[in-house]
């Protein structure tokens, strides 16, 4: 079994299968996971119907599907997918991954974090795992553990930029500014386009007073990624704490006074 494509951050793999036996379940294998891969989710779920209809217990099939029912708003369907692969599979982790993202869907913060945990127990340094549970423990409002569990994550997977912003904004959360500002110039030194560590800066910059740097890092972040002037977005998509989506909301708020 290999890991491949993330449909959605650090949460849904696509489970590549060992190759069928007939041509033309593989080829309809192959066109299933070419369909999720390019994101035509509505392309790929009745691709990966049909390769069911003909390999009905395959689990990579049906963890497949799964993402693919997730990224179509089906989180229930998805949970059914998933939990059935790891009944045809126990002791493959993917599944678990995803079954725990499609949780996180439902927010059944519990259930997600205990097929976490069956990851971690496994294998601590799963760096998915971490960083999954760690939105959780956000979700939950425990930011310590958050912070902690991103700073896992990020050593478990050296070049892990999302969990290192991550980190910082679970930091800047707990009141540890100069922490995270100092991580977040770090991360954009290394990485001038990631939009992510520029809005967080814009926002913590705006907090203590320096307006006219935020405006330049936000100039910079609104050219890479729209998504960031979203509340809703920062929130439940990209996973952010309170504090900092307030602070950068703030700060658009100022900059532009007609949002």
Request: charged share 25%.
């Amino acid at each position: 079994m290999i890991r491949s494509i993330a449909l959605l951050l650090c949460a849904l793999l696509l489970w590549i299968p060992q190759p069928a036996g007939a041509m033309d379940l593989q080829g309809l294998y192959e066109q299933a996971l070419t369909a999720s891969r390019r994101g035509d989710f509505g392309e790929a779920l009745p691709l990966w119907d049909q390769v069911l209809e003909q390999a009905p217990q395959d689990p990579a099939a049906l963890s497949n599907r799964g993402n693919v029912r997730l990224a179509l708003g089906d989180p229930d369907g998805a949970i059914a997918d998933q939990t059935r692969s790891i009944d045809l599979a126990p002791g493959e982790v993917d599944p678990h991954l995803n079954r725990g993202t499609a949780e996180e869907a439902l927010q059944d913060w519990s259930a997600a974090a205990d097929d976490y945990l069956w990851i971690l127990e496994r294998d601590p340094e799963d760096a998915s795992a971490l960083y999954n549970l760690a939105n959780v423990r956000g979700s939950e409002g425990d930011w310590q553990q958050a912070r902690d569990l991103y700073g896992q994550a990020s050593l478990a997977r050296p070049g892990f930029a999302m969990a290192r912003s991550s980190e910082a904004m679970a930091a800047w959360q707990n009141g540890d500014l100069d922490w995270a500002e100092a991580e977040l110039r770090k991360l954009i030194r290394r990485y001038p386009m990631f939009a992510d560590a520029r809005a967080g800066l814009s926002g913590l910059l705006w907090r203590q007073g320096s307006r006219g740097e935020a405006e330049s890092h936000w100039a910079a972040a609104a050219g890479l990624d729209q998504r960031y002037r979203q509340a809703d977005w920062l929130v439940d998509v990209r996973r952010w704490p309170p504090q900092p989506t307030r602070d950068l909301m703030a700060f658009l708020a100022l900059q532009h006074p007609d949002r």
